[in-house]
């Protein structure tokens, strides 16, 4: 526009200039007249011109001034917005969420030990105390009822806060979840096929398992997760050597048999005098693919704190691999941990029902794929197999007494699980399976379940 | 790490983590993206007020509500700029998507993330899977966008909203 008025005032000054120099030189008057004339019409034609161009100018001025006055109301706007969205009042720095599954087991071989169970029903509260730190929690209701006459627990899952100290990390304390395997951390039922996690990711990691502590984790942005720290671990004096009765008698009770199950703390006055520690790493720079280890030692105390017997270090160490080429969604996870100076404890009660196992171990692939997708639902059939043996090893063991006693259950097994996941949407799940063992086939049995996540 | 002499550790590392600002973590400006994705252009803000019938056409389009008729656009030579904000889980996720003039996805940057999961949508090589896509691509996490397991919903919402961006695009700036 500037550039547009400098050559019109250029090109009206030489044009007044020839006419001023006209009027000194010109001596034929009539050609002299026409020419002024001439003139005339032109120095008119420009100053209409030139009026033009000022209003036009006024106008593009009217029209910025208009768009600085939109993009301050605009900037006001936004910033009005953001406030709300980081929330003023407490509501706004409040989350809440939750998920649960109601399932049913039907035992292929013994039809009279069928159940249906409210299986979880869990709440999560999360409350922002500012833009670095978060507070999040989960209570859990187990089996609908938990009463003293009840075989249902209360318990609060996790209940931790987290402050993000820089780009690259923060920091967390209280009770929180263990970043092992595939699902500890990421437990909802819409995360996983089948009614019931798989075993491994029960029995040999001891999902949903938590510890009290601190830690620090981050990410990096080539894609590489860690997580450390220091937390309580397990307490051997939590440990049943002797029991009576087998402790487990059908697949879904089969927790029972996984030693970290038995001796996990759960933060209930959990003995701290002992502690553990994790190194979890994790790398997600390739799309769809996510590759990770991890690893848990700690003191585990020992079986009778008054007895003179050696304490145990318990250490636990998995890596797991998923890839999801599109439909597809191929998982496995490989987890196993070790008990040591088992053996005095072990030779001081010969004969014992459950001694204690010095290794346990288990593994697992899976594949799914979506064979049908209409927005979002979809149906993804899948399959699993895995193996798992929570006393692959026992040290101490008195001569002429087996590790397990006649008719109790095998503490290993081989399982193929069949089933799938009919996702109504990506918060709400149908499940049906059926699950065949190798070894306990009296374990063999169908499920189905519906669980949801929001 | 004998005995409970290791809680020790805890008081200096409270100290440690005291010590950090009280703002959000920002990983990148604006400023900072606009250059990283359009180098040394000037940028000139696209005053952009979404009218009832935009949105529902946007909405249509994208199949994702739209919270806020502002958008947050700016235009370059050589393209457009957009500042936004997801919700990941619970809280905003502020990221940028930098257009080239077809409309075409030059780059997507991770401006603040403040949850304490998900942080992995940070990768440039999940981001990186967006780069080239327009207007039209179907964009669907699971299919031609590969998610990060473990930070679903962070991907999922990312992904929902540059699908509502480029559809934002195509009705509201490209007919200018």
Redesign the interface.
């Given at each position: 526009m500037t550039h547009r008025l400098a050559s019109f005032a250029l090109v009206f000054s030489a044009l007044v200039g020839c006419a001023a120099r006209a009027d000194e030189t010109a001596p034929p008057a009539a050609s002299a007249e026409a020419r002024a004339q001439s003139l005339e019409r032109k120095i008119e034609t420009l100053s209409r011109e030139l009026d033009a161009l000022k209003n036009e100018l006024k106008q593009v001025e009217n029209q910025n001034e208009a768009?600085a006055a939109?993009?301050q109301q605009?900037a006001v706007?936004?910033q009005q917005?953001s406030a709300v969205?980081?929330g003023g009042g407490p509501w706004d720095r409040l989350?809440l969420?939750g998920y649960g599954e109601v399932n049913y087991y039907h035992p292929q071989h013994r039809p009279e030990d069928t159940q249906a169970d409210l299986a979880r029903a869990v709440f999560g509260i999360?409350y922002?105390f500012?833009?670095?730190t978060?507070f999040?929690s989960e209570y859990e209701v187990e089996h609908a009822v938990s009463s003293a006459d009840d075989p249902g627990e209360f318990e609060v899952e996790q209940f931790w806060v987290?402050?993000?100290?820089?780009?690259w990390g923060?920091?967390?304390?209280g009770l929180f979840l263990m970043p092992f395997g595939?699902l500890n951390?990421?437990h909802e039922p819409t995360?996983y096929y089948g009614v019931q996690r798989n075993f491994v990711e029960t029995l040999i990691i001891p999902s949903t398992w938590r510890e009290g502590g601190?830690g620090l984790h981050?990410?990096t942005?080539?894609?590489f997760?860690w997580d450390l720290g220091?937390t309580t671990g397990f307490d051997l004096s939590k440990y049943e050597l002797n029991p009576e009765t087998p402790l487990y008698g059908r697949a879904s009770e089969l927790k029972e048999a996984s030693p970290l199950q038995a001796t996990h703390q759960e933060l209930a006055l959990a003995n701290?005098?002992?502690?553990a520690?994790y190194l979890a790493l994790?790398y997600?720079?390739?799309?769809?693919f996510?590759f990770g280890a991890a690893v848990f030692t700690g003191n585990a105390g020992r079986v009778d704190r008054s007895a003179h017997l050696p304490d145990s270090r318990l250490t636990l160490w998995e890596a797991h691999a998923?890839w999801?080429?599109?439909?597809a969604d191929f998982a496995a996870v490989f987890a196993r941990g070790t008990l040591g100076d088992t053996a005095a404890t072990n030779a001081l009660n010969p004969g014992a029902s459950n001694p204690l196992p010095g290794s346990f171990f288990g593994y697992y692939v899976q594949g799914a794929y979506?064979v049908w997708r209409r927005d979002q639902t979809r149906l993804a059939p899948f399959l699993r197999w895995e193996r798992y043996n929570v006393g692959a090893s026992y040290a101490g063991l008195a001569a002429g007494f087996a590790a397990v006693p006649a008719g109790f259950p095998q503490p290993y097994d081989r399982v193929w699980t069949y089933g799938m996941n009919f996702y109504l949407n990506?918060h709400v799940v149908f499940k049906a399976d059926y699950q065949s063992f190798q070894n306990n086939a009296d374990f063999t049995r169908f499920d189905l379940g519906v669980g949801l996540n929001f | 790490?004998?005995?409970?002499g290791?809680?020790l550790?805890?008081p200096p590392?409270?100290v440690?983590?005291a010590?950090?600002?009280?703002?959000?973590?920002?990983?990148l400006t604006v400023e900072q993206a606009q250059k990283e994705m359009f180098g040394d252009e000037a940028l000139t803000?696209l005053?952009l007020?979404l009218s009832a019938a935009q949105i529902a056409a946007i909405e249509r389009d994208s199949g994702v509500k739209v919270a806020?008729p502002?958008v947050?656009v700016w235009k370059a030579p050589s393209g457009y700029f957009f500042a936004d904000?997801v919700i990941g889980?619970?809280?905003?996720i502020e990221y940028a998507v930098g257009l080239d003039a077809n409309g075409r996805v030059r780059g997507v940057e991770i401006l603040e993330y403040?949850?304490?999961?998900g942080?992995?949508v940070?990768?440039?090589?999940?981001r990186a899977?967006f780069d080239g896509k327009r207007h039209g691509d179907a964009l669907r996490l699971?299919?031609d966008?590969?998610?990060?397991?473990?930070?679903?919903l962070s991907c999922?919402h990312l992904t929902d909203g540059i699908r509502r961006l480029l559809a934002t695009y195509a009705v509201a700036i490209a007919p200018r």
């Amino acid at each position: 526009m500037t550039h547009r008025l400098a050559s019109f005032a250029l090109v009206f000054s030489a044009l007044v200039g020839c006419a001023a120099r006209a009027d000194e030189t010109a001596p034929p008057a009539a050609s002299a007249e026409a020419r002024a004339q001439s003139l005339e019409r032109k120095i008119e034609t420009l100053s209409r011109e030139l009026d033009a161009l000022k209003n036009e100018l006024k106008q593009v001025e009217n029209q910025n001034e208009a768009l600085a006055a939109q993009q301050q109301q605009q900037a006001v706007l936004a910033q009005q917005q953001s406030a709300v969205q980081n929330g003023g009042g407490p509501w706004d720095r409040l989350s809440l969420w939750g998920y649960g599954e109601v399932n049913y087991y039907h035992p292929q071989h013994r039809p009279e030990d069928t159940q249906a169970d409210l299986a979880r029903a869990v709440f999560g509260i999360g409350y922002r105390f500012g833009e670095r730190t978060v507070f999040n929690s989960e209570y859990e209701v187990e089996h609908a009822v938990s009463s003293a006459d009840d075989p249902g627990e209360f318990e609060v899952e996790q209940f931790w806060v987290d402050h993000r100290f820089a780009d690259w990390g923060a920091v967390k304390a209280g009770l929180f979840l263990m970043p092992f395997g595939l699902l500890n951390e990421h437990h909802e039922p819409t995360n996983y096929y089948g009614v019931q996690r798989n075993f491994v990711e029960t029995l040999i990691i001891p999902s949903t398992w938590r510890e009290g502590g601190v830690g620090l984790h981050g990410d990096t942005v080539s894609g590489f997760g860690w997580d450390l720290g220091l937390t309580t671990g397990f307490d051997l004096s939590k440990y049943e050597l002797n029991p009576e009765t087998p402790l487990y008698g059908r697949a879904s009770e089969l927790k029972e048999a996984s030693p970290l199950q038995a001796t996990h703390q759960e933060l209930a006055l959990a003995n701290a005098q002992h502690l553990a520690q994790y190194l979890a790493l994790n790398y997600h720079g390739l799309p769809g693919f996510l590759f990770g280890a991890a690893v848990f030692t700690g003191n585990a105390g020992r079986v009778d704190r008054s007895a003179h017997l050696p304490d145990s270090r318990l250490t636990l160490w998995e890596a797991h691999a998923r890839w999801r080429p599109g439909r597809a969604d191929f998982a496995a996870v490989f987890a196993r941990g070790t008990l040591g100076d088992t053996a005095a404890t072990n030779a001081l009660n010969p004969g014992a029902s459950n001694p204690l196992p010095g290794s346990f171990f288990g593994y697992y692939v899976q594949g799914a794929y979506d064979v049908w997708r209409r927005d979002q639902t979809r149906l993804a059939p899948f399959l699993r197999w895995e193996r798992y043996n929570v006393g692959a090893s026992y040290a101490g063991l008195a001569a002429g007494f087996a590790a397990v006693p006649a008719g109790f259950p095998q503490p290993y097994d081989r399982v193929w699980t069949y089933g799938m996941n009919f996702y109504l949407n990506p918060h709400v799940v149908f499940k049906a399976d059926y699950q065949s063992f190798q070894n306990n086939a009296d374990f063999t049995r169908f499920d189905l379940g519906v669980g949801l996540n929001f | 790490m004998r005995g409970h002499g290791a809680w020790l550790w805890l008081p200096p590392l409270a100290v440690v983590a005291a010590y950090a600002p009280a703002q959000a973590v920002v990983y990148l400006t604006v400023e900072q993206a606009q250059k990283e994705m359009f180098g040394d252009e000037a940028l000139t803000p696209l005053p952009l007020v979404l009218s009832a019938a935009q949105i529902a056409a946007i909405e249509r389009d994208s199949g994702v509500k739209v919270a806020s008729p502002i958008v947050r656009v700016w235009k370059a030579p050589s393209g457009y700029f957009f500042a936004d904000a997801v919700i990941g889980k619970h809280d905003l996720i502020e990221y940028a998507v930098g257009l080239d003039a077809n409309g075409r996805v030059r780059g997507v940057e991770i401006l603040e993330y403040r949850e304490a999961y998900g942080g992995e949508v940070r990768n440039a090589a999940w981001r990186a899977q967006f780069d080239g896509k327009r207007h039209g691509d179907a964009l669907r996490l699971g299919e031609d966008i590969q998610g990060i397991s473990g930070a679903t919903l962070s991907c999922q919402h990312l992904t929902d909203g540059i699908r509502r961006l480029l559809a934002t695009y195509a009705v509201a700036i490209a007919p200018r």
